[in-house]
């Protein structure tokens, strides 16, 4: 399987910052990762950084509706991101599960809303510190693949479960190598035993939070981990560079 290297801008991107895309679309060019890209943008970003990116890297969404269209103001749908040249989307942040109270069965609905468009959902779970220090992180992450994945997936190729704790996003703190794989393995089984040993192990996991140029090498050569969404390192073609360099 190749890594899977996103980007997650977040709120950041305008039109001056289209630089950086051009920066890592000619990087990808020139040196032919072996790892598959991705840059997850703004809505309102998404097809200037298509133009930009001109087919040598692909572009997604941050978010999209439940609903393939509707009564649903300020929504932006997996068709419409679809529309503007995306291919795939990030589904059940932490930040949108938090700050939008977004619930599993929401995440589940957009992560299908993802598939009737034809775009790759990124869904995201992750832990709490104080769930961490409770010994709940399994628990907690188990239970969001439970509710937050749909129940049938045509292809392992259109799903990604990105682990993102909570903590360890935009900190610097990390955790424990030990503690990455340790998860990323109860992942990988609460997959299996979801989709059948064939599909379950085809599936990415990616690893997010603090992921920079000096810790990624470290970071992808554990099991399990098939990849990385990258916040903050990402805004810098330098640093995004870098990572994806990584994953050789
Ligand atoms: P940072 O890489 O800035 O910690 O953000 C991680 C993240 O939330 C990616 O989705």
Excluded at 208 to 237: Q, T
């Amino acid at each position: 399987m190749q890594y899977l290297i996103a980007a997650n801008w977040k709120m950041h991107g305008l039109a001056a910052q289209l630089v950086e895309i051009e920066a890592v679309a000619a990087a990808v060019t020139a040196t032919r990762p072996k790892a598959d890209t991705l840059i997850c943008v703004p809505a309102t970003l998404i097809s200037r950084a298509v133009q930009t990116a001109s087919g040598r890297i692909p572009i997604g969404g941050e978010d999209c509706g439940a609903e393939d269209a509707g009564a649903f103001t300020g929504d932006t749908s997996a068709g419409m991101l679809k529309d503007a040249g995306a291919s795939a989307v990030i589904v059940g942040h932490s930040e949108r599960r938090h700050y939008q109270r977004e619930t599993d069965a929401a995440v589940a609905a957009k992560a299908s809303a993802a598939w009737r468009a034809g775009l790759m959902a990124i869904i995201c779970i992750g832990e709490t510190d104080a769930q961490r220090r409770n010994g709940a992180a399994i628990s907690t992450c188990g239970d969001q693949i439970a509710g937050s994945v749909p129940e049938t997936l045509a292809d392992p190729g259109i799903l990604a479960i990105a682990y993102e704790p909570l903590w360890a996003i935009g900190t610097g703190h990390m955790p424990a190598a030990n503690e990455i794989v340790e998860m990323h393995a109860h992942i990988r089984q609460c997959l299996t035993t979801r989709f059948g040993q064939a599909a379950g192990k085809h599936i990415r996991i990616l690893y997010g939070g603090s992921v920079k140029p000096a810790n990624a090498r470290e970071i992808l050569a554990l099991p399990n981990v098939g990849g990385a969404l990258v916040g903050g390192a990402s805004l810098h073609a330098a640093d995004f560079n870098a990572i994806i360099r990584a994953a050789e």
